[in-house]
């Protein structure tokens, strides 16, 4: 039998919420979730389901949800919310189960604090019919019994006078964003973080949509200060980093990926970083790695380059310069040279590494910086083996970037596919540097 839930979600990076939803469904084999009931302008979601294990599974990990509630009714006003509680089919079941749990009633709201506008007393006494035995507890209570207020809002700081609309419903699961992960990863309180490191609601929400499992190996190829690696980490992926610029995933004194690790005791997790062109990729071919989760160079704060002569010519008959009879390339303190590379040809290598290296069904996901500001169609690099599952979208003022999620279906699915053919035609950093038109 199916039973109704209620999901109070946040009305942030809207472009985001319906697919993490999604990917959270799926990764718990949740199969049966309708969205068609399921509006971009509201907070607001009624959804079947299974039962409260369900429930639990699908929005313990959700960033940008609030939590999953058993839904007992709603109404425009108190009289209206009462009546419908009362004819909830269910409502009968309701009274047996919970006359004798402990409980305490909760309040919260959308568009503005209710506080101060509720009596929040005789707010819970209108209640009384529900006739539960149970003690009061404010601390660890058996059940949470809420009631949601939505409010238009006056203005950014104000709520409206009255309520448009309130829920009832019994809380089942507090999502990971109500449990603190946002405070826990806030990039101001991570003691190793660079000009790129990538902020913690949208690197856990990028993690949500990849579908990192507990368990598997996650790899973040440009992984600089190793945000992702985090956000990987707190989903208990084991994971791997590498980036060309060794300064930056080895960080300074106390100041390092791995202390960031321990800080949120996720060190477990942490299998280790390398300094590796991603486009002379040293891991071992039978590495397993069940999901792909990175930011690419756009170009902008470092400019995009791979191992390499820009002028092979000058290097000829170089290669084996020795000093002091050791082969200068195998010293430690050699630089490699390095030649100009572009984003296009990057996010094909990507591609195919994804398309090579990964299960069946697992998941690539990558962030895309496009300039929205001339009529220029964006194109989505595609692969044949590789379904196009999300392209979710952050607009910024004059340029915006976009999470694409793709997943491995194998030889046999031959999809549309564009690796090889110049994308971008116009450059992202000079753009970005000199302004958009
Ligand atoms: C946008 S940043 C990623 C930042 C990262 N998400 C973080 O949390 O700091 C891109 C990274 O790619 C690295 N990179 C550039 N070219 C590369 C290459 N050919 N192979 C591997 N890493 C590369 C840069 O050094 C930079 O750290």
């Known amino acids: 039998m199916v039973q109704k839930y209620l999901v109070f979600m946040v009305q942030v990076h809207l472009n985001f919420r319906l697919a993490e939803l999604d990917s959270l469904a799926d990764l718990h084999g949740i199969k049966t979730v309708d969205f068609t009931q399921y509006q971009r302008d509201s907070p607001f979601f009624i959804v079947e389901l299974e039962n409260d ?46 006359r004798n749990t402990s409980f305490k009633f909760e309040f919260d709201s959308f568009g503005g604090s209710s506080s101060g506008k509720v009596n929040r007393v005789a707010c ?75 902020e913690a609601e949208l690197s856990l929400v990028s993690a949500n949509i990849a579908q990192v499992k507990p368990g598997t190996v996650m790899y973040d190829p440009f992984a600089g200060t190793g945000s992702f690696l985090t956000a990987g980490g707190h989903y208990q992926a084991i994971v791997i980093g590498s980036d060309i610029d060794g300064r930056m995933i080895r960080g300074k004194g106390t100041q390092t990926i791995k202390a960031n690790f321990k800080k949120y005791n996720d060190s477990l997790q942490f299998l280790d970083v390398l300094t590796m ?73 990507l591609l195919h590494f994804a398309a090579e290296r990964l299960p069946s069904n697992g998941r690539l996901a990558f962030w895309m910086p496009v300039a929205n500001d001339e009529n220029i169609e964006t194109i989505i690099p595609l692969h044949a083996n590789l379904e196009l599952k999300y392209n979710c979208v952050q607009e910024f003022n004059k340029w915006s970037r976009r999470l694409l999620v793709y997943i491995n279906r194998g030889s046999d699915f031959n999809g549309p596919q564009n690796v090889g053919l110049e994308r971008s035609k116009e450059r992202f950093r000079d753009r970005y540097f000199n302004g958009f038109n």
Request: aromatic share 12%; with cysteine.
């Open 124 to 198: 819970i006494e209108s209640f009384k019919y529900l006739d539960f035995q149970g003690p009061i507890r404010m601390k660890n209570p058996e059940q949470i019994f809420t009631v949601i207020e939505e409010y238009e809002p006056l203005n950014d700081n104000q709520a409206g006078e009255t309520p448009l609309r309130l829920f009832f419903g019994r809380e089942v699961q507090r999502s990971d964003r109500l449990r603190g992960a946002l405070e826990k990863y806030d990039l101001k309180k991570r003691p190793y973080k660079g000009t790129t490191s990538f």
């Open 53 to 98: 294990e369900q429930a639990r599974k699908w929005i313990s990990r959700s960033i940008l949800t609030r939590a999953i509630y058993e839904y007992w009714g709603q109404g425009e006003n108190y009289n209206q919310l009462h009546e419908s509680v009362q004819q909830n089919p269910r409502f009968p079941q309701f009274l047996q189960e919970y």
């Open 277 to 349: 062109d991603f486009t002379h990729n040293a891991l071992r071919s039978d590495l397993l790695i069940d999901t792909i989760l990175c930011d690419p160079p756009y170009g902008i704060r470092e400019s995009i380059k791979v191992l390499g002569a820009k002028d092979p010519e000058r290097f000829v008959g170089k290669e084996n310069v020795e000093i002091n009879g050791q082969k200068a390339y195998l010293m430690r303190d050699y630089i490699p040279t390095k030649k100009p590379y572009s984003l296009d040809a990057l996010l094909d290598d």
